[in-house]
């Protein structure tokens, strides 16, 4: 398993078999979750597009966008090449795309329902690849097989931007896990420590490593290289 084991993984792996509360429980906040994202995500947003080295006229991959916030700044930035997003959910994946054709009607792109640990997309198709908060979502077997896909989806010499929820907060770590035991299909666990590590073991290297707060809310920002 790439050097992770469920027993030694922190605060509870979850089970493999929550990927379909999960899909359902992010159907349904697909409406509302734009403000959660703006309070929470968007400074750390920002960061990752900066420091993730993308151009104009690439081949871009978002996974997991969630209701499209960074997606459609992709997009922007990318408005001469193509960006494809996918997210589990497919009220989150239909809202991402609607949002991003209205406000970008000349961009090429699509946004569909995508399973991150198996994605219909072929091998080095991209020259970067984004993907933020998900990996808090999978169990520890499913999160070394989506870094696997991402490696499969991206060139060589192609970039990763991954965003994590940060653990350097005692009392924010303490909250998160209380949150996470109650529903843990839509907060998951923390997994942010062993992200570096992760990222090793699925041959990435680390090019860029920023932590970013908002208010309260702690991210962290890793960029690697294929
Ligand atoms: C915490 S939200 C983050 C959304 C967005 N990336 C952001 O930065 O605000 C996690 C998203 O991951 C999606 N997701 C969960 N499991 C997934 C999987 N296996 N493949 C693709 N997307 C998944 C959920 O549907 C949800 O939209």
Redesign the pocket.
């Given at each position: 398993m790439d050097g992770l084991q469920e027993s030694t993984w922190p605060l509870r792996g979850l089970p493999a078999t929550l990927?379909d509360r999960?899909?359902r429980v992010?159907d349904r906040m697909a409406a509302v979750y734009p403000v959660s994202?703006m309070l929470f995500?968007s400074r750390a947003?920002r960061c990752a597009l900066e420091a993730s080295g993308i151009r104009d006229g690439m081949s871009v991959l978002e996974?997991?966008?969630?209701s499209g916030?960074?997606f459609r700044r992709l997009v922007r930035a990318n408005g001469g090449g193509t960006t494809l997003g996918?997210?589990?959910?497919p009220n989150?994946a239909a809202r991402t795309l609607k949002s991003a054709r209205r406000r970008f009607p000349q961009a090429r792109t699509l946004c569909q329902a995508?399973?991150?640990?198996h994605m219909p997309f072929r091998s080095e198709a991209f020259d970067a690849v984004f993907c933020?908060?998900?990996l808090e979502?999978?169990s520890a077997e499913d999160i070394a097989g989506t870094l696997r896909e991402f490696r499969r989806v991206l060139r060589t010499g192609g970039r990763l931007t991954l965003?994590l929820i940060g653990q350097d907060a005692r009392w924010f770590n303490a909250a998160y896990r209380l949150a996470g035991r109650a529903a843990p299909a839509f907060w998951g666990r923390q997994v942010e420590r062993r992200a570096p590590e992760l990222l090793i073991s699925a041959q990435f290297e680390i090019l860029h490593d920023r932590a970013v707060r908002q208010s309260f809310y702690p991210s962290r920002v890793l960029v690697a290289r294929k």
């Open positions: 990927a999960t899909r992010y994202t995500h947003h996974v997991a966008t969630g916030e960074m996918g997210d589990l959910s989150m995508v399973d991150a640990r933020c908060y998900l979502l999978l965003v």
